[in-house]
T-cell receptor, first 121, second 117 residues
Framework: DGGITQSPKYLFRKEGQNVTLSCEQN?????MYWYRQDPGQGLRLIYY???????QKGDIAEGYSVSREKKESFPLTVTSAQKNPTAFYLC????????????????????FGAGTRLSVL | AQSVAQPEDQVNVAEGNPLTVKCTYS??????LFWYVQYPNRGLQFLLK??????LVKGSYGFEAEFNKSQTSFHLKKPSALVSDSALYFC???????????????FGSGTRLSIRP
């Protein structure tokens, strides 16, 4: 989990409330990602950002929003529109630029934070 | 679109025995394939990556993976299992967003590996 910090570790949301999950990285990676993991299931991509001030919707973006104002930070807001928010949320980052040799070996490897477990009160 | 499949939800192995966790892929072009491990209540950790070249890729914690183009498989292996290897394992493949060189990773559904003492 080194280099990527997610907070808080546990979060509780009241009905109708928006909550924000923090993700900070000090790896100087250009790309950052948010995934949702439900019990016994794989990862589903919520949002993705390749550069500052740019982000793309993933497979399950409805009810979520993100911002990328700084390279190091990619916070995720779970809005009241997300009716089933209870899950384990994972943030990741990766190098996406560079080509050939060592650069090619390092590219696309995603480094993950320790996760935030969100529950509904 | 690129995809990976992990046909086994659970694999059980006795400590000291060899282990294999299966993965098959479907890609257009040359595949970039990965294996990750997840311990309980933690994020995923990178194990190894295949780009091209040698079909046997060595990774962290004594794991290796064998790329087989004719069978479109990328199975994870270890010669001698440890109880501490018990975890959730994910196979993954690189996919492109469709513009510039932006890419994302598609993860399989995961295989739970249980090593009994």
């Amino acid at each position: 989990d080194g280099g990527i910090t997610q907070s808080p570790k546990y979060l509780f949301r009241k009905e109708g409330q928006n909550v924000t999950l923090s993700c900070e990285q000090n790896l100087n990676h250009d790309a950052m990602y948010w995934y949702r993991q439900d019990p016994g299931q794989g990862l589903r991509l919520i949002y993705y950002s390749q550069i500052v001030n740019d982000f793309q919707k993933g497979d399950i973006a409805e009810g979520y929003s993100v911002s990328r104002e700084k390279k190091e930070s990619f916070p995720l807001t779970v809005t009241s529109a997300q009716k089933n928010p209870t899950a384990f949320y994972l943030c990741a980052s990766s190098i996406e630029t560079g080509a050939g040799g060592i650069d090619e070996l390092a590219k696309n490897i995603q480094y993950f934070g320790a996760g935030t477990r969100l529950s509904v009160l | 679109a690129q995809s990976v499949a992990q046909p086994e939800d659970q694999v059980n192995v006795a400590e000291g025995n060899p282990l294999t966790v299966k993965c098959t892929y479907s890609v257009s072009g040359n595949p970039y394939l990965f294996w990750y491990v997840q311990y309980p209540n933690r994020g995923l950790q990178f194990l190894l990556k295949y780009i091209t070249g040698d079909n046997l890729v060595k990774g962290s914690y004594g794991f290796e993976a064998e790329f087989n183009k004719s069978q479109t498989s990328f199975h994870l292996k270890k010669p001698s299992a440890l109880v501490s290897d018990s975890a959730l394992y994910f196979c993954a493949v690189r996919d492109y967003w469709g513009y510039s060189s932006a890419s994302k990773i598609i993860f399989g559904s995961g295989t739970r590996l249980s090593i009994r003492p």
